[in-house]
């Protein structure tokens, strides 16, 4: 047995068939994370740049939109380039790094989700204390908040990745990048700490966020549901739809790759549902937040007239 700082590479076989589907992929891909990369940073540039954006709602959405960056360029260049030479070499550095940065991603998303329904409850059901609560500096402090806890619970994460031990020969992982799963399913021991943490610390990471929204968004359709007028009743719900939508594609393809049992699923579903929240999700919601936000259409307007 060989521990895992003494591997010194493992091998990427995230997309095997023919040649023409392979190339089909890649222009795929290769569109899509250009297309996200324009869209997220035109988000962060409207927002930087547009008075009329310079408030806490479009705060969180452009740091969304970073972290939609980040997570791409974690992503999206290795698998391109698996696609491409038919599978792909990584060194252990890098794929414990890329493990790393995804995890950081993805736990800050969860996080930052939350705390924009809270910003939404906060909007709708107390609107007239709206400015005094969610401050400048309070949306500084729950941002900061959001990161170091992504990278505690990740530093965690990463720590009992090294207990796991491979059997000589060649470390292949069957997916397209560097994730908890598939590496624990090419070790060959050292894994009951890893699934004890898997599953005590998983669930709760990704179930008290949610259950903090649902309770936000308990109080947001009450509060909604008592607005006598009908126009104040839809502008209040618009513009809290785009980000239930947001919260329900990362939510629904997170909890079906790491909470559903896997038992009758197989490699490629999973994999599958992985590229709903690392590839496709990044790329779904500025659209989402952009044809869906009068604000943002107008800023975008102002731009190009």
Same mark, same amino acid.
């Given at each position: 047995?060989?521990?895992? !700082?003494?591997?010194?590479?493992?091998?990427?076989?995230? $997309?095997?068939?023919?040649?023409?589907?392979?190339?089909?992929?890649?222009?795929?891909?290769?569109?899509?994370?250009?297309? *996200?990369?324009?869209?997220?940073?035109?988000?962060?540039?409207?927002?930087?740049?547009?008075?009329?954006?310079?408030?806490?709602?479009? +705060?969180?959405?452009?740091? =969304?939109?970073?972290?939609?960056?980040?997570? !791409?360029?974690?992503?999206?260049?290795?698998?391109?380039?698996?696609?491409?030479?038919?599978?792909?070499?990584?060194? $252990?550095?890098?794929?414990? !790094?890329?493990?790393?940065?995804?995890?950081? @991603?993805?736990?800050?998303?969860?996080?930052?989700?939350?705390?924009?329904?809270?910003?939404?409850?906060?909007?709708?059901?107390?609107?007239?204390?709206?400015? @005094?609560?969610?401050?400048?500096?309070?949306?500084?402090?729950?941002?900061? +908040?959001?990161?170091?806890?992504?990278?505690?619970?990740?530093?965690?994460?990463?720590?009992?990745?090294?207990?796991?031990?491979?059997?000589?020969?060649?470390?292949?992982?069957?997916?397209? $990048?560097?994730?908890?799963?598939?590496?624990?399913?090419?070790?060959?021991?050292?894994?009951?700490?890893?699934?004890?943490?898997? *599953? *005590?610390?998983?669930?709760?990471?990704?179930?008290?966020?949610?259950?903090?929204? $649902?309770?936000?968004?308990?109080?947001?359709?009450?509060?909604?549901?008592?607005?006598?007028?009908?126009?104040?009743?839809?502008?209040?719900?618009?513009?809290?739809?785009?980000?239930?939508?947001?919260? =329900?594609?990362?939510?629904?393809?997170?909890?079906?790759?790491?909470?559903?049992?896997?038992?009758?699923?197989?490699?490629?579903?999973?994999?599958?549902?992985?590229?709903?929240?690392?590839?496709? !999700?990044?790329?779904?919601?500025?659209?989402?937040?952009?044809?869906?936000?009068?604000?943002?259409?107008?800023?975008?307007?102002?731009?190009?007239?």
């Amino acid at each position: 047995e060989n521990n895992l !700082t003494s591997v010194t590479e493992f091998f990427l076989m995230g $997309f095997q068939g023919r040649r023409n589907i392979r190339i089909f992929l890649f222009s795929l891909f290769l569109c899509i994370f250009c297309c *996200t990369l324009c869209g997220n940073l035109l988000i962060i540039v409207l927002v930087s740049t547009s008075r009329n954006l310079h408030t806490p709602m479009y +705060f969180f959405i452009s740091q =969304l939109s970073i972290n939609d960056i980040l997570l !791409t360029l974690d992503i999206v260049p290795l698998m391109l380039h698996v696609l491409l030479r038919n599978g792909a070499v990584i060194t $252990f550095t890098n794929c414990v !790094t890329q493990f790393f940065f995804f995890c950081t @991603s993805e736990a800050f998303d969860c996080l930052l989700l939350t705390v924009m329904s809270y910003d939404r409850c906060v909007a709708i059901c107390n609107p007239l204390r709206y400015t @005094s609560i969610m401050t400048h500096e309070y949306c500084i402090k729950l941002i900061i +908040f959001c990161w170091l806890t992504g990278l505690f619970i990740v530093t965690l994460d990463t720590l009992t990745i090294l207990i796991l031990k491979f059997c000589g020969g060649k470390n292949i992982i069957d997916y397209f $990048f560097c994730d908890f799963v598939p590496l624990l399913g090419i070790a060959c021991s050292g894994n009951y700490l890893v699934e004890l943490e898997m *599953t *005590t610390l998983g669930p709760p990471v990704l179930c008290i966020p949610l259950i903090i929204i $649902f309770i936000s968004y308990t109080k947001i359709i009450s509060a909604i549901i008592k607005i006598s007028s009908n126009i104040s009743r839809q502008k209040a719900f618009s513009t809290c739809s785009s980000h239930l939508i947001v919260v =329900l594609i990362f939510y629904c393809s997170m909890f079906s790759v790491y909470v559903v049992p896997t038992k009758g699923k197989t490699l490629t579903i999973s994999k599958i549902l992985s590229l709903l929240y690392t590839v496709f !999700t990044p790329f779904i919601n500025p659209i989402i937040y952009s044809l869906k936000n009068k604000d943002i259409l107008k800023a975008v307007q102002k731009i190009i007239l």
